[in-house]
């Protein structure tokens, strides 16, 4: 069983940047989709992004296309979430999953993940 450090949050102004990271123990990280989801106050749990366990398909919430870029380094066991021009509905727990069911292959439904960790608080305000 996987389990998942993530990294990376913090505070920072619309228009920025932050860069998470999602470290996984464990020898079978390249065997499994992962999925970075986030959770605001008030709002239900959102599929941010997600990509395959070789990398080469990956998808997002239409909210963070062209604004965000997940990726992977199997050597590392780590998936990354790249986040620019961060606006303020953008905050959030952001936390790291593996995709145990596949209800829409074309998005990251929050409900084809499994359980997670701690996340990483995202604020972006100004």
């Known amino acids: 069983q996987l389990q998942f450090v993530e990294s990376g949050g913090g505070l920072v102004q619309p228009g920025g940047s932050l860069r998470l990271s999602c470290a996984a123990s464990g020898s079978t990280f390249d065997y499994y989709a992962i999925g970075w989801l986030r959770q605001a106050p008030g709002k239900e749990r959102e599929g941010v992004s997600c990509i395959s366990n070789s990398g080469v398909i990956t998808n997002y919430a239409d909210s963070v296309k062209g604004r965000f870029t997940i990726s992977r380094d199997n050597a590392k066991n780590t998936v990354y979430l790249q986040m620019n021009n961060l606006k303020p509905d953008d905050t959030g727990l952001y936390y790291c999953?593996?995709?145990?069911?596949?209800?829409?292959?074309?998005?990251?439904?929050?409900?084809?993940?499994?359980?997670w960790g701690q996340g990483t608080q995202v604020t972006v305000s100004s």
């Open positions: 999953s593996i995709r145990t069911a596949y209800s829409n292959i074309l998005a990251c439904p929050p409900g084809d993940f499994g359980s």
